[in-house]
């Protein structure tokens, strides 16, 4: 297998704009210094549902956010291509830790947003909501567990 890191880039429209039922969607936690901050999220595992991820939605509540987990480590790349709501994208390690976060992003932007290391996660929330709830890289998150089917 070569050594190339894994490009991920939404490039499919969405078929269906509605958000998951509730049993697809799990508590996430994260740690900071300052307080303990939960979120629900729809865990988007398949291809064509990571790929499908926010687009063409024009709402996402506060407390609510989209885990993108790719089931391994890789460079993750993201775009904002067909997705109105301007987001914060944490990119987070397979052991939970935040190695980076891209805030603020652009709605319908095309400039490819990347994890600086190996991630297994991505998580998106509103855009503003890591600075103001002091979410930093480094801030451990307690993820849903995996499927078993």
């Known amino acids: 297998m070569p050594a190339v890191p894994i490009l991920f880039l939404v490039t499919v429209f969405a078929t269906s704009v509605a958000p998951l039922s509730a049993s697809d969607t799990h508590n996430l936690t994260i740690k900071s210094e300052t307080a303990a901050h939960t979120f629900a999220v729809e865990v988007m595992r398949a ?5 499908r991820g926010l687009m063409h939605r024009r709402h996402l509540d506060r407390g609510a956010g989209m885990l993108f987990d790719f089931a391994e480590s890789m460079i993750a790349r993201m ?14 390690r397979a052991d939970g830790i935040i ?7 652009v709605p319908h932007s095309t400039k490819v947003l990347s994890a600086e290391e190996p991630v297994r996660y991505v998580l998106e929330i509103n855009a503003g909501l890591s ?3 002091g979410i930093k890289p480094g801030d451990r998150v307690e993820l849903p567990p995996p499927t078993t089917h």
């Open 79 to 92: 775009w904002m291509k067909n997705t109105y709501i301007p987001l914060d994208m944490l990119f987070i």
């Open 131 to 133: 600075r103001e709830l």
């Open 47 to 51: 291809p064509a549902d990571r790929a």
């Open 99 to 105: 190695a980076n976060i891209v805030a603020d992003t």
